[in-house]
């Protein structure tokens, strides 16, 4: 439960504060919308992330990146995109509502050695001028995705 509470404690502060951590040189992705589409899926009430990840996440994923989901490790340069928007729940579907947070993990094996390779950042609300990480990755981001070492820290499978 320690990364649920880690995890509310971030999203609890996305929505109030302008920018929560320093910079930890995490770009924001131009264009990730236009990359390969990994998966999609919905958490709702009742699972053990709701409070924190509810909502309808969309997984995108950059060229290296696409090529580390298929070998099974991720080069430098690889880029995974977590968009994680409202679930609007009307006229018997689901639909995005606004947008939570836009989540990055940057690949570099040497620039964030600390963190099993990955430096780790969140948007809020998608505003690339209000990061949610910052330094504070080990904590907010990388503890865990320890559980995924045998997978390069990376949760989700690209989907066939």
């Not at 924001?28 to 009742?46: A, F, T």
């Not at 924190?52 to 340069?77: C, K, M, R, T, V």
Request: aromatic share 10%.
């Amino acid at each position: 439960m320690i990364r649920t509470a880690l995890s509310l404690a971030i999203l609890a502060g996305i929505s109030s504060a302008p920018i929560l951590a320093d910079d930890n040189g995490v770009p924001y992705p131009e264009d990730y919308r236009d990359w390969h589409h990994v998966k999609s899926m919905v958490i709702e009430e009742g699972h053990d992330l709701y409070e924190a990840f509810g909502g309808i996440h969309h997984l995108y994923a950059n060229d290296a990146a696409l090529e580390g989901y298929q070998a099974g490790s991720f080069p430098d340069g690889a880029v995974i995109v977590f968009d994680l928007l409202e679930a609007e729940h009307g006229g018997n579907a689901v639909t995005e509502g606004s947008r939570k947070v836009l989540g990055v993990m940057h690949k570099d094996s040497e620039r964030y050695a600390e963190t099993g390779g990955w430096g780790f950042e969140g948007f809020a609300e998608g505003d690339r001028g209000r990061r949610a990480v910052g330094k504070e990755a080990d904590t907010a981001c990388f503890q865990c995705h320890t559980s995924q070492r045998d997978h390069d820290y990376v949760f989700s499978r690209l989907r066939k």
